[in-house]
């Protein structure tokens, strides 16, 4: 660094303002050089002040002068003046430096002020400031902003989960905040409106479906009470039905065996008159039979749709069903010379099934392919797998039309032209065939090819969950009593001598005319009552050797007159058969009755059995049971007592002898394992009155054990 | 209902108000935050942030010259 010689030969105070300027040649008012740069510091004693070319040349040599040597007549005024600057620039960095810190820490407020004359200071003031208010500017907004969108997002929040009145604040300082406003508000008043639309419609729909429910109720209400009223006048039609089918037979009866023989050789027009006689009541006894099926089909369908079916589950053989329907309707096949096939597997299983209800479902489907082939053939087949077995009738006849083969086993509907042929049939069996089937977990179905013929198939579970509860002790014991019922006639033939007298109670006095006339015809004595209280005060005075008994009378209803009869010691054997328009054989059984017919009845069958039960005698009513099995005995006791009868229990040979002396059983049911067996069927054959007690073994198949117990 | 914890101490506005802006929407209503935070401006932002979104502030508890804990009731 050169230090000049002599200052003020060198240069002068340029300020144009200053006086030293202002005053040429003026000794005293010299400038001098100073610090790094002599071109760049100058320093005028006058003004006071330095005058640089270059403020930061002339700052950072300001900064270093401190120590330098000045000349010494200038060096106390500059030494101070220097110190007063030194000190007030100091004050002034502080105060922008805390100003700065302030910022730095998050403070956009943050403002500087400087009580200065100093031009740097108050340019730097200035700046500063000038950058605090746009850093407070650009908080401010991003504030604006995050607010604005918590905003937002809370109003879309309420909107979605129901709010509909909440909108979003639109009057932000953000301009884009603002617009997002508007734009949420706009889209939830449109979806307000279509909320409110919606609901609404929706509103109409559950005012709709409310209707629907009720009309929907009103129509079940209607059918249930179409149902009732098919089924009160199906009843109703059946009482009258029995006097016209049950009179027109005798009539017709009468008429070929008294009244034709005596016509023959007569006038040829009374001969045909009597032909037409004959013949018109065939028609009605023909009508009257077809008229009874109808009601009984309608009956059928009433009491299915209305869950009132008591399925009767048995094991039981297809093969067995299939045979048993074909041997029933073989006379129709032969009528029209239609042959019959058996297409049967081999290894058939045994369903769990209700075996008449099948035979039933058979019969229909068979009469069907008859009805609709008038030529060829009707197969039937059976085939299975593991889970189910499947039945089928295929006929070679006319065939269904495909529009009609989806509805066919909807009610009234029938397979054959409606317009060109008289139709057949109720039109109901296929659907009662249908509900059969579906009661049975099964399925039916049909198929057909017009001119072709139709396959009708159906298929039943071989493993029936419904079926497995008390069913095979059912049939053990309904195939007990069917053996007992079948052979304790022949057993213990009662030879009555003189007249069976039969006690007929029933309040039409049609039906007792008819069956009066039925009776004695076939030899019995009648005794007739109009109700249940004077049959009981009738019994009083004479014993009946057999009761037929309605159900629905004034006064006393079958049912309690069955059982004040049966509760009488002196009535108590007498054998029931009720015959009654309605189909409640369970209670009549449980009652103790023997025999529950519905009308109208088939006067043969009914004459049968009242034969086959006055032969028998006392009706069978005592059982005892022995087995060494308790669960055995009690499972065959419960169903054996609520079909009415008395049964005695005994788990050894002595008790079982014991419990016959006292109770005098008509029939001893013993398990083929017990021990004892022999000693007891000796002993109890000793007993009086017991001689010809029937014995019945249960439980092995060993054909040899049975021949030695016999 | 919750209280939920947030500290935004260190950070500088408007910060604390962003991660504010972040949590909010799990809270259920009736949950509290506590948030803690040492700006200069922190407890004007959180109030003025409250005020705006209708969220009630329950306590302010002062921990030093900025620093506070503000508890706030959705």
Redo the contacts between chains.
Sequence with gaps: MNEPKNCWEQTQCNNTDCAAFQSPGFPGKTAFASGISYENLLYCIDCDEFLATREKDALTALLKLTGRSIKQNRLRNTKNHVEKLGLELSIGFSDCFEMLKKLSLGDPTARIEINTDNWLLKKLENALNNVGESIERFINQTHEMAIGICEHYDTLSQLASGNRNVRASDDSRNELIAKLGTLINKEADALTQKINEGEDLNQRLEQGMTELRTANQKLKELDRQKSDFLSMVSHELRTPLTSILGFAKIINKKFVNSILPGLSGSDTTVEHAARQIHQNINIIVSEGDRLTALINNVLDLAKIEAGRIDLNFVPTSPLEVAEQSIRAISAIFENKGITIKRNFGTDIPVIHADKDRLVQVMINLLSNAAKFTDHGEVTCTITHDDSCVTISVADTGSGIPEEKLGRIFDRFEQGGETLTSKPQGSGLGLAICKHIIENHSGKIWAQSRRGRGSIFSFSLPVKSEVSMGIGPIEHEVTEIVRQLKDHVAVIHPVHSRGKRVVMIIDDDAHIRELLRQELEADGYTILEAADGLEAIQKLQKNKPHLIILDIMMPKINGYDTAAVIRNNPDTKDIPIIILSILEDAKRGYRLGVDRYFTKPVDTKSLLGEIKRLITQGETLKKILIVDESESAVKSLADVLQTKGYTVGKAYSGRQAIKMARQMKPELIILDSLLKERNEITKTIRFVKGMENVCFILLGVHDENQKDSDR | MGTRHLDTTGL???EP??K??VA??DMKSGDILEITGD???FEK?IR??CD??GKEITGVDSKGEYARCITIRF
Excluded: E, F, V
């Design positions: 500088i506005s408007p108000m962003l504010l802006a909010a929407p700006s200069p401006t932002d003025s942030w705006r979104l």
